[in-house]
């Protein structure tokens, strides 16, 4: 009985026969940076001021790839350079976008379509020019080109050279978006108020080179206004 009772004790469990389904696995917890670099990036915007500064060069980009691609510009805009960080950015606005016309840099993508989008949306009378100022001054070093397809009348052109000191190409066309049924023929064209504006904007550049202005229903006098503005630049080669 004794021999047995030692024979079943020292009997080997053998378990070359179960399926990794079988088999108990022990769950290795992540690396204790990992888990502060988590930490960090939930409560990074609720700091008085967000900063990338302690946090060792090698393990940036890996923090910043934890951060919402949502950000407040205020947060985001001088602080990520990124360009993981602008495409995911930028994608979760534009699913459909192409980085090849902004330079191949996500970031300028973002700045110009951003800013592209403020200004066709933009009315005076319901958006203060404060913020516009604000906006521009977020994007102004990351704005080398500007598409406008809509762009309202009365915004002021010189105080947009003048916030975006690096802008060399510049396509415009004046008109009021989605206006449905409130169509009339003053909502498109560039009024001559505008084309005194953007005249005088030409004759202080020193950045454009190249101005499109498809679609402006440009009459004599707007063409002689531009003219004028034209004649005093020295940039504008296209």
């Keep these: 009985d004794h021999r047995a009772t030692f024979e079943?004790?020292?009997?080997r469990f053998d378990a070359s026969e179960l399926s990794t389904n079988h088999c108990l696995r022990a769950k290795t917890p992540p690396p204790l940076i990992d888990l502060c670099?988590?930490?960090l990036a939930t409560s990074f915007t609720q700091a008085p001021r967000p900063s990338l500064r302690g946090i060792p060069p090698r393990l940036v980009d890996k923090f910043v790839e934890l951060l919402p691609p949502d950000l407040p510009l205020d947060v985001s805009a001088h602080l990520i350079a990124n360009e993981s960080y602008w495409q995911r950015a930028a994608k979760a606005i534009w699913p459909i976008c192409d980085v090849s016309d902004h330079g191949s840099s996500w970031k300028r993508l973002f700045f110009e379509k951003t800013v592209a989008d403020f200004l066709e949306s933009f009315d005076p009378a319901k958006t203060e020019m404060a913020e516009l100022a604000r906006i521009l001054s977020l994007a102004k070093d990351y704005i080398f080109s500007l598409r406008l397809r809509h762009f309202p009348a009365h915004v002021d052109v010189e105080l947009l050279f003048q916030k975006i000191p690096m802008l060399a190409n510049l396509e415009m066309t004046?008109?009021?978006k989605n206006v449905g049924?409130?169509?009339t023929r003053?909502?498109?064209g560039m009024p001559p108020a505008d084309a005194v504006s953007l005249s005088r904007a030409l004759r202080v550049?020193?950045?454009l080179t190249i101005l499109a202005l498809p679609c402006n229903v440009l009459d004599d006098t707007t063409t002689r206004l531009l003219a004028d503005g034209l004649h005093d630049n020295s940039t504008v080669t296209s």
Aim: glycine share 6%.
């Design 181 to 183: 049924l409130e169509y």
């Design 8 to 11: 079943a004790h020292t009997t």
């Design 205 to 207: 550049t020193e950045t």
């Design 174 to 176: 004046y008109g009021v």
């Design 186 to 188: 003053e909502l498109f």
């Design 37 to 39: 670099l988590r930490l």
